[in-house]
């Protein structure tokens, strides 16, 4: 179950609780695996694109010199810290105007990107400028396929897919670009992203994963170049699981009466993203958990004390210089 599952299951709870199941929308794959149907489907030879990734997809030495990068950084680093990042969105908008700043042109139009974009970049920003060596940086982010494929989005019409349907994406960072100004750097994670996220891109990626062999495991594959810094960056943003969640008919009595409140009654002002038992490997990661019901962003990061203490001092900037 991705998140967009878990929102639509938080949405049904709601719903029963309302006394409205009538509401609820059916499960649709239940049975079938639609996201391997997609992949399985037949296409003709005009429409069927080359993974454009494959040419860094790493195997061989490449990979066997990722993984003992990765060994070795757990061994020296085995140390990591789960917080939450609280961001009032007055700060999240200055960070978008310093990133558009660093891009202005002289007929003043600035380039596209989103606000997960400049968020991206600014936590990528914060992993890469506190290595003790400069390294690549390979974002890796979590496309949905249920958005990009319109067969599936037509069916949801008819009720819901709950089953997970990320596919990955990856933004690949110099050491240059991802310790700069945060405008490049999120003006080369969209465009990353646009070129990977068409229909053609992700029905692509799908059949390189079901050509794997298969195994005990889920399929999956490692991009980028063989000593870069891994950095999973998932937007929960869409999901809207603040807003989703309405708990409303089953309160008593409210717990907080006081004038300053911020949360309608029977909603939750904070939700967690954490895996119950979390390995070493687990590192350099962050969720954008999404906006609460006053418009902050809210982010989970699992990073080394030394990113924690870059953030905090980026966070502290951005308070006193606004």
């Not at 700060?91 to 974009?117: I, N």
């Not at 968020?119 to 400028?129: E, G, I, K, Y």
């Not at 907080?256 to 979390?278: C, E, K, W, Y």
Request: net charge neutral; charged share 25%; proline share 7%.
């Amino acid at each position: 179950m991705d998140v967009m599952g878990q929102q639509a299951l938080l949405r049904g709870w709601c719903l029963v609780l309302a006394g409205r199941e009538e509401e609820v929308p059916p499960v649709l794959g239940a049975r079938d695996d639609a996201i391997c149907a997609a992949a399985d489907a037949p296409v003709g030879k005009e429409g069927k694109e080359e993974f454009k990734l494959r040419q860094k997809q790493l195997g061989g030495w490449a990979m066997l010199r990722f993984g003992l990068q990765f060994a070795w950084d757990m061994l020296w680093n085995p140390v990591v810290e789960t917080r939450a990042i609280f961001l009032p969105k007055r700060a999240v908008a200055k960070l978008r105007r310093l990133a558009e700043d660093d891009l202005s042109t002289k007929d003043g139009e600035k380039p596209f990107f989103s606000e997960g974009d400049v968020l991206t970049a600014w936590a990528t920003r914060a992993v890469s400028s506190s290595l003790p060596q400069p390294r690549p940086v390979t974002v890796l982010h979590a496309l949905n396929a249920r958005f990009r494929l319109p067969p599936l989005l037509i069916q949801e019409a008819s009720g819901v897919y709950i089953q997970n349907m990320a596919v990955a994406a990856c933004a690949f960072l110099s050491h240059e670009i991802a310790t700069g100004p945060l405008g490049p750097i999120a003006l080369e994670n969209r465009r990353y992203l646009v070129e990977q996220s068409t229909e053609g891109q992700v029905l692509a990626c799908l059949r390189e994963l079901r050509q794997q062999p298969k195994t005990d495991s889920d399929p999956s594959m490692v991009c980028g170049e063989s000593n870069a810094v891994l950095v999973p960056f998932t937007n929960w943003t869409r999901a809207n699981v603040f807003k989703t969640v309405d708990f409303g008919p089953a309160v008593v009595r409210p717990g907080d009466t006081a004038p300053g409140r911020t949360n309608p009654l029977g909603t939750i002002v904070f939700h967690h993203a954490q895996s119950m038992r979390q390995g070493l490997q687990v590192r350099n990661i962050f969720v954008l958990l999404g906006k609460d019901h006053q418009d902050n962003v809210w982010l989970t990061g699992i990073l080394l004390p030394r990113t924690w203490a870059k953030l905090e001092e980026d966070l502290e900037r951005l308070r006193t210089e606004q």
